[in-house]
T-cell receptor, first 114, second 109 residues
Framework: DAGITQSPRYKITETGRQVTLMCHQTWSHSYMFWYRQDLGHGLRLIYYSAAADITDKGEVPDGYVVSRSKTENFPLTLESATRSQTSVYFC?????????????FGPGTRLTVL | RKEVEQDPGPFNVPEGATVAFNCTYSNSASQSFFWYRQDCRKEPKLLMSVYSSGNEDGRFTAQLNRASQYISLLIRDSKLSDSATYLCVVRSNDYKLSFGAGTTVTVRA
């Protein structure tokens, strides 16, 4: 099906473990984003990508790594998970030009770090 | 200072009522403005863009005041299905969006 998907939808892990959250979109959108959402903070940008092999830091990048080897995939890795990274993570994508005004979000991954 | 600030609410209103709320943004260079809707921590979805002259989409009216740097949303004839969190969103001169923390609206029967 067309759209943007995330996996896993729920994840419980322990402090210090490496975790990778997957994001896949079928629209061939150039731009992809990772956000985290915590109560009282709204969505905060972690990393973004303008195209394959082009990534850049957002507002809260520390402790996260991304890659974009293919246009459709944008995985987010927590290298050594900490409790403060417990959050809901949303992946989003958008097209070029005027269409970049609307970002399309995946269903989110709820991550708990114990 | 947060780039986009909103009154978190909640706004509790009866069906049929009118509810209005706004947000402020700090970057005077912001170019585009939006309201997104988010249900029960599901993914946000675009509700409407906000244009300088103000615009309506059915029961929803959005206004922009660039001089005072605030955006408003008004919902007329509220429905139970309007219960959600409304996110104020601004874009500067690149493709990144800045989100407010959201205003929660609960419409009761």
């Amino acid at each position: 099906d067309a759209g943007i998907t995330q996996s896993p939808r729920y994840k419980i892990t322990e402090t210090g473990r490496q975790v990778t959250l997957m994001c896949h979109q079928t629209w061939s959108h150039s731009y992809m984003f990772w956000y985290r959402q915590d109560l009282g903070h709204g969505l905060r940008l972690i990393y973004y990508s303008a195209a394959a092999d082009i990534t850049d830091k957002g507002e809260v990048p520390d402790g996260y790594v991304v890659s974009r080897s293919k246009t459709e995939n944008f995985p987010l890795t927590l290298e050594s998970a900490t409790r403060s990274q417990t959050s809901v993570y949303f992946c989003a994508s958008t097209g070029d030009g005027m269409s970049m005004d609307e970002q399309f979000f995946g269903p989110g991954t709820r991550l708990t770090v114990l | 200072r947060k780039e986009v600030e909103q009154d978190p609410g909640p706004f509790n209103v009866p069906e049929g009522a009118t509810v209005a709320f706004n947000c402020t943004y700090s970057n005077s260079a912001s170019q585009s403005f939006f309201w997104y809707r988010q249900d029960c921590r599901k993914e946000p979805k675009l509700l409407m863009s906000v244009y300088s002259s103000g615009n309506e989409d059915g029961r929803f009216t959005a206004q922009l005041n660039r001089a005072s740097q605030y955006i408003s949303l008004l919902i007329r004839d509220s429905k139970l299905s309007d219960s959600a969190t409304y996110l104020c969103v601004v874009r500067s001169n690149d493709y990144k969006l800045s989100f407010g923390a959201g205003t929660t609206v609960t419409v009761r029967a």
